[in-house]
């Protein structure tokens, strides 16, 4: 079936394009683009009156649990999620089980995303074998059978010959190497960060000073390789000037920030989980997260990287775990937020209180990620990120003034483990366009 988008505003942060304007998609492929397109047979025709159309979004840091966590995650409910929050191309961190290590464990994460995902997932490999940070994975054969990046993940690799090793293989693969910067001595035992709310929760906190140190450390050692060094989920305002200082002097480095760290301070932790009972105990392990939740100064810090390009992508870092796992004492739950569903709209809350513009969070979402990974260097995936004639129509319709309630009953994921529940939200995906296919449409949800 053939698509024809009529009476929409394009907004295509690659070309600067903002314009209305129909797109017409045949056989997958954006045909045309333009005012007044006539339609032909057995075509789709969808009135985006008053919404706005933008590439697909592109998320370099999710966690879809499968192979070995299936009843965290599993690829086919991940990416109906990722669809569902306007996602059409998303990069899947390594920590699964077994660990995306060797040819074998990564070729049956293909099999798996060939039978069940609906929107382009493009694998992460291990740096070390089971992401142990002791013996060097199969890079260069992971390399060579599809992965996009390389990282440990959550465990940042502490050990400096490995990483020297592992720069040196990635920058031949032309692999960036996604860093999780926290120095596992100072964060040892840690679960929220070290403030004034950790010491009133009588909760053991992770400075700000293990992220600080791991990144100079790890842009010490990126310049010295030449190796492409993104940081992953950066907190602090000390770690966002140290990417802009690298950056200046030409050290390639590329970094990430998540919605949660863009919008919540680690007060987030205290806030009743339920919210009916102002009086329910103040521990939301719904807020619990790594790199912690930060200081107010830190988030203003980090809405400055992006509206100042320091900060390359916004990264959902979906983690999504089971609700027995989180409705548990806070030490003992596992950090993560369920976040592909929620990361537009909570994004949207910093274009309504005017902290950044409605172009400056599509781009962050879209063509800024594609590039900080090449990603569209890679056959197949050629115009993701932007709205081109002659590519693959991946394309999201946003309704920019929409209200709506955010809750479990309404979410695919099978995390439900979000601090944003039940919050009103302006501003909605009503319709996921993938390889010219609707994935997802609000009217059929």
């Known amino acids: 079936m053939n698509i024809l988008i009529k009476n929409g ?70 990416t109906r999620a990722a669809a569902k929050g306007g996602f059409t191309t998303i990069c899947a961190m390594p920590n699964t089980s077994p660990a995306i290590d060797t040819k074998s464990s990564l070729e049956k994460l293909k099999t798996i995303i060939i039978s069940s995902a609906i929107v382009n997932v493009l694998p992460i490999g291990a740096i070390t074998v089971n992401r142990q940070g002791k013996r060097l994975a199969s890079i260069r054969t992971l390399s060579k059978n599809g992965i996009v990046a390389i990282s440990d993940d959550g465990d940042d690799l502490s ?186 709209a909570v994004g949207m809350t910093l274009v309504n209180n005017r902290s950044i513009t409605f172009e400056k969070l599509i781009s962050k979402m879209t063509i800024d990620p594609v590039k900080a990974w090449n990603l569209n260097k890679i056959e197949g995936l050629e115009g993701i990120g932007t709205i081109v004639k002659g590519r693959k129509a991946d394309l999201v319709i946003i309704d920019e003034k929409k209200k709506w309630i955010f809750s479990k009953e309404q979410m695919v994921s099978k995390g439900e483990n979000s601090p944003f529940m039940d919050s009103e939200f302006t501003g909605k995906v009503v319709m996921t366009i993938h390889n010219g296919n609707i994935i997802y449409s609000e009217k059929n949800n």
């Open 159 to 344: 050990s400096i010959p490995l990483l020297k090793t592992a720069m040196i293989i990635a920058k031949k693969a032309n692999l960036p190497i996604s860093q999780h910067c926290e120095d596992p001595i100072l964060t040892k035992d840690g679960h929220m960060h070290e403030g004034w709310v950790s010491n009133r929760l009588g909760l053991q906190g992770r400075p700000r000073e293990a992220e600080i140190n791991m990144i100079k450390r790890d842009i010490a050692l990126a310049a010295e390789f030449g190796a492409h060094l993104h940081i992953a989920h950066i907190s602090t305002k000390e770690g966002v000037m140290l990417i802009k200082k690298a950056k200046k002097a030409n050290i390639h480095i590329t970094a990430e920030v998540t919605p949660h760290h863009l919008t919540l301070t680690h007060e987030a932790v205290s806030k009743p989980v339920d919210f009916q009972n102002r009086h329910s105990i103040n521990y939301n392990t719904n807020a619990k997260v790594n790199p912690p939740l930060r200081e107010e100064d830190d988030v203003l810090a980090c809405i400055n990287g992006i509206n100042d390009n320091t900060i390359d992508a916004i990264a959902t870092d979906h983690a999504p775990h089971a609700k027995k796992e989180k409705e548990i004492e806070f030490p003992k739950a596992p950090p993560g937020i369920s976040g592909l569903e929620s990361a537009f």
């Open 9 to 78: 505003k394009i907004l295509n942060p690659e070309t600067k394009q903002k314009a209305d304007a129909d797109i017409f998609i045949y056989n997958g492929i954006i045909e045309n683009i333009g005012k007044n397109l006539e339609c032909i047979q057995n075509t789709n025709i969808i009135d985006a009156q008053g919404l706005t159309i933008t590439p697909g979004f592109v998320d370099l840091h999710s966690h879809l649990r499968e192979p070995g966590y299936e009843y965290k995650e599993t690829v086919a409910s991940g």
